[in-house]
């Protein structure tokens, strides 16, 4: 009986933690400077850092260990760290994650993992002051548009070669927003939280 007991036991614990591994991230890719870098990206608020794989498999035989200094709600970066590095833009990753994980034609472009790493939005959430605060690591040209939470677009603005821009929000009421940065060659979208 004791015998039957833990072999309940046993299941249920491995059923649990099979049922809190992290999902395949949304996007996945490499940069065109060799394949020493993986960038996975994520929907805004389905995945936090700490419950990401701090080592991953590709294709069975190269490990990559996670960048935690770039780990953001959106991106996460994992670098080589033994084995060969990925040939072409098709790749699978074969552990850390909840299943296989395929990516094919994913070679992300730089710009879009620049302006998507360094995009800085604070006081996020907003509680009290009525001003917004966008930072970049480099000067940006793009559109900035707000939407509520039903799509309609409620600020529109833009940046024209400026890493810092104020954004006045005083005419929007507490709610939950969508931040979205638009340049030629990329976008950045963050959520935005007004509860004063």
Excluded: H
């Amino acid at each position: 009986m004791k015998k039957n007991y833990f072999i309940l036991l046993l299941i249920s614990v491995f059923s649990f933690s099979l049922a809190y591994a992290e999902p395949c991230p949304n996007g996945g890719g490499t940069t065109s400077s060799g394949g020493t870098k993986i960038f996975l990206s994520y929907l805004p608020a389905t995945s936090f850092c700490v419950n990401r794989p701090n080592t991953i498999e590709v294709n069975g035989t190269t490990t990559f260990t996670l960048e935690v200094a770039s780990c953001s709600e959106t991106t996460s970066v994992y670098n080589l760290t033994s084995g060969p590095a990925i040939v072409g833009q098709d790749f699978t990753i074969t552990s850390g994650f909840d299943s296989n994980c395929s990516y094919s034609g994913g070679t992300l472009p730089v710009d879009k993992y620049i302006l998507e790493t360094s995009l800085e939005v604070s006081p996020n959430p907003l509680k009290s002051d009525n001003t917004l605060k966008l930072s970049f690591a480099f000067p940006v040209k793009a559109n900035i548009s707000v939407y509520n939470i039903t799509g309609k677009r409620v600020i529109q603005d833009n940046i024209s070669n400026q890493e810092n821009k104020e954004l006045n929000i005083a005419n929007l009421p507490n709610g939950i927003y969508i931040l979205n940065i638009a340049t030629k060659s990329a976008t950045a979208v963050r959520k935005l939280v007004v509860a004063r």
